[in-house]
């Protein structure tokens, strides 16, 4: 539902599309604390701003795109208000998974490459999975981007930016974008 609103809002521009968009993102951040929910929006934003070549900038800070990351932090707030109730216990938590996750690793993990291949998927729908993105690019341009949009810092993050890869439970949140490639595949 979450990447529906993303392509409801790529083709109608409403504000109050702007604004639904804001409240998921503020449910999806509230639910898992990453930042990859709110990389599709910015680059919806960019598309609906993108006109007949080039830029427009009057469109690029349309007070629509505001009032949606507005909306987005308010809902945060509403459903995380011990998170600024108790801001010190928060923190030293979120320092102590960063810490945990290895964050700032910056060295190649494959085991998330691993375990796609030999557990999660096997080797005909990762195969599958990655034919499907290539020929959503070819054929879907906007739609795998706003997929990829999330996919791409995900796997960043995840394979080496830290050490993530290595708790196998976070990869559900993005296998069911690996299945709609495979599925184009």
């Known amino acids: 539902?979450?990447?529906?609103?993303?392509?409801?809002?790529?083709?109608?521009?409403?504000?109050?599309?702007?604004?639904?968009?804001?409240?998921n993102i503020g449910l999806s951040f509230s639910t898992k604390y990453q930042v990859f929910?709110?990389?599709?929006?910015?680059?919806?934003?960019?598309?609906?701003?993108?006109?007949?070549?080039k830029l427009n900038w009057k469109k690029l800070f349309r007070p629509a795109f505001f009032g949606g990351l507005i909306v987005a932090a308010t809902v945060f707030v509403i459903l995380n208000p011990y998170f600024f109730i108790h801001l010190d216990t928060a923190v030293r938590q979120m320092t102590d998974t960063a810490n945990k996750y290895a964050m700032g690793k910056n060295s190649l993990n494959l085991y998330p490459?691993?375990?796609?291949?030999?557990?999660?998927?096997?080797?005909?729908?990762?195969?599958v999975a990655g034919l499907g993105i290539?020929?959503?690019?070819?054929k879907y341009l906007k739609k795998a981007t706003i997929l990829l949009s999330i996919l791409v810092p995900?796997?960043?993050?995840?394979?080496?930016?830290?050490?993530?890869?290595?708790?196998v439970r976070n990869f559900i949140?993005?296998?069911?974008l690996i299945l709609i490639f495979a599925g184009v595949g």
Do not use: C, Q
């Open 1 to 23: 539902l979450f990447l529906l609103e993303f392509m409801r809002l790529s083709e109608k521009r409403t504000f109050v599309n702007y604004l639904i968009k804001g409240v």
């Open 37 to 53: 929910v709110i990389l599709p929006f910015i680059l919806v934003h960019f598309y609906n701003s993108w006109l007949n070549g």
């Open 113 to 127: 490459l691993w375990y796609f291949y030999n557990i999660d998927y096997g080797p005909l729908e990762l195969l």
């Open 134 to 138: 290539i020929v959503a690019l070819k």
């Open 154 to 167: 995900f796997f960043y993050a995840f394979f080496y930016y830290s050490n993530r890869g290595f708790y």
């Open 173 to 176: 949140t993005i296998a069911p």
